[in-house]
């Protein structure tokens, strides 16, 4: 009988989509073992004149949406860059202690930074930009990492231990190259909306002081009662028997993000039942949602199209505004059915308002 023999190919370790010219097979390698890691540390707080002088020092919070950190909030003097351990330009700054870990950067300039960050300055044979890109897309893995425990921490050690995949050098330039251009991109994208958001601030302020009016609009502005504008109801406390894998999804305070959209990561839910039970908390296409604190943050309802509706849990301004009103208190409202944009509007003089409104209401 003749022997049968099974050959097994070994697998070359290499992405599916690659430049043309590289057929090397990637390598699985320590961070430690590619990279210079080094653990910042803060001089001391306590000598003035280690503070506000002319070089970075980065904390997480300099650590934004932007790829390069150009400027910190915190600088140091000569003699305070001298107390802290020196990072180089180019390096790849990871924060690895805090609520924020996973948030990833690179120094535009030498710099120092607090010990909440690991900078990383790759070796011979590896490119930090490539370091960066791998990093930026393993940041929010890392963090899961980390537990839920008070002070989230990767600690050096571990962070060192961790593997991921190199090609050779040649290859990383390349990538990290097309990346970086694309990042560039980003970044050109990100100043001119800062310029539009300082824009609109402006003309806000221009609008609804009066000093600046739409041709044809000459009547005068006057003073109402926000319930004027619109139905004010309080949300449903909802109890754990509500509670359901799949359903309704429950608004949360933590569910209103800083750019008026709301996030259903973690969503709650609630049975599809409360639609009738509850029908009186159910949101509307245009609805604004609100919670009062030391100011007041106004959210809207996107349409969806698909006939999504929403529970809420909390405070929230239910019904279209005064028709009268519409035109100069909630113009981004005045066409709610067909409006896709999504409002954050920061209304600090309507809450002496609203809490005059539910006083005594039983709520």
Same mark, same amino acid.
């Given at each position: 009988?003749?022997?049968?023999?099974?050959?097994?190919?070994?697998?070359?370790?290499?992405?599916?989509?690659?430049?043309?010219?590289?057929? /090397?097979?990637?390598?699985?390698?320590?961070?430690?073992?590619?990279?210079?890691?080094?653990?910042?540390?803060?001089?001391?707080?306590?000598?003035?004149?280690?503070?506000?002088?002319?070089?970075?020092?980065?904390?997480?919070? #300099?650590?934004?949406?932007?790829?390069?950190?150009?400027?910190? +909030? $915190?600088?140091?003097?000569?003699?305070?860059?001298?107390?802290?351990?020196? @990072?180089?330009?180019?390096?790849?700054?990871?924060?690895?202690?805090?609520?924020?870990?996973?948030?990833?950067?690179?120094?535009? =300039?030498?710099?120092?930074?607090?010990?909440? @960050?690991?900078?990383?300055?790759?070796?011979?044979?590896? #490119?930090?930009?490539?370091?960066?890109?791998?990093?930026?897309?393993?940041?929010?893995?890392?963090?899961?990492?980390?537990?839920?425990?008070?002070?989230?921490?990767?600690?050096? $050690?571990?962070?060192?231990?961790?593997?991921?995949?190199?090609?050779?050098?040649?290859?990383?330039?390349?990538?990290?190259?097309?990346?970086?251009?694309?990042?560039?991109? @980003?970044?050109?994208?990100?100043? +001119?909306?800062?310029?539009?958001?300082?824009?609109?601030?402006?003309?806000?302020?221009?609008?609804?002081?009066?000093?600046?009016?739409?041709?044809?609009? $000459? /009547?005068?502005?006057?003073?109402?009662?926000?319930?004027?504008?619109? #139905? !004010?109801?309080?949300?449903?406390?909802?109890?754990?028997? *509500?509670?359901?894998?799949?359903?309704?999804?429950?608004?949360?305070?933590?569910? !209103?993000?800083?750019?008026?959209?709301?996030?259903? *990561?973690?969503? $709650?839910?609630?049975?599809? =039942?409360?639609?009738?039970? *509850?029908?009186?908390?159910?949101?509307?296409?245009?609805?604004?949602?609100?919670?009062?604190?030391?100011?007041?943050?106004? *959210?809207?309802?996107?349409?969806?199209?698909?006939?999504?509706?929403?529970?809420?849990?909390?405070?929230?301004?239910?019904?279209?505004?005064?028709?009268?009103?519409?035109?100069?208190?909630? #113009?981004?409202?005045?066409?709610?059915?067909?409006?896709?944009?999504?409002?954050?509007?920061?209304?600090?003089?309507?809450?002496? =308002?609203?809490?005059?409104?539910?006083?005594?209401?039983?709520?």
């Amino acid at each position: 009988m003749q022997e049968t023999k099974v050959l097994h190919k070994k697998k070359v370790l290499a992405p599916k989509l690659r430049f043309k010219g590289f057929e /090397d097979a990637w390598i699985k390698s320590r961070l430690g073992d590619i990279a210079t890691i080094t653990t910042g540390n803060t001089p001391s707080t306590t000598v003035t004149e280690y503070y506000n002088g002319p070089k970075l020092f980065v904390s997480p919070a #300099d650590i934004n949406e932007n790829r390069y950190v150009y400027k910190t +909030k $915190t600088t140091l003097t000569d003699l305070g860059f001298k107390q802290g351990r020196k @990072i180089t330009k180019g390096s790849v700054l990871f924060v690895c202690i805090g609520s924020t870990i996973g948030k990833v950067g690179q120094a535009a =300039d030498e710099c120092l930074t607090n010990q909440q @960050i690991n900078a990383l300055n790759a070796m011979n044979e590896f #490119d930090n930009n490539f370091i960066y890109a791998i990093l930026e897309r393993n940041g929010k893995k890392i963090k899961l990492l980390a537990g839920t425990q008070a002070v989230p921490q990767i600690n050096k $050690t571990d962070f060192s231990n961790f593997k991921y995949n190199f090609p050779t050098l040649p290859e990383q330039q390349k990538i990290a190259a097309f990346l970086s251009a694309v990042d560039e991109k @980003i970044q050109l994208l990100n100043k +001119k909306k800062q310029l539009l958001e300082q824009y609109k601030k402006g003309v806000m302020q221009q609008l609804f002081s009066g000093k600046l009016r739409f041709k044809g609009h $000459t /009547d005068k502005w006057k003073k109402v009662v926000f319930t004027e504008c619109c #139905d !004010l109801i309080h949300g449903f406390q909802f109890r754990e028997e *509500h509670f359901e894998s799949t359903g309704l999804p429950v608004i949360k305070i933590g569910s !209103l993000v800083d750019n008026g959209s709301i996030s259903f *990561h973690n969503a $709650t839910y609630v049975s599809k =039942d409360c639609e009738h039970t *509850h029908s009186k908390f159910i949101l509307k296409k245009g609805d604004v949602l609100m919670f009062p604190s030391d100011y007041m943050a106004a *959210h809207q309802i996107r349409p969806t199209g698909n006939g999504v509706r929403y529970a809420y849990l909390g405070w929230y301004c239910h019904g279209s505004p005064n028709k009268e009103l519409n035109e100069h208190v909630l #113009d981004p409202l005045k066409d709610p059915a067909n409006s896709t944009m999504e409002v954050n509007l920061y209304l600090p003089f309507l809450r002496q =308002d609203y809490l005059k409104q539910i006083e005594g209401k039983g709520y």
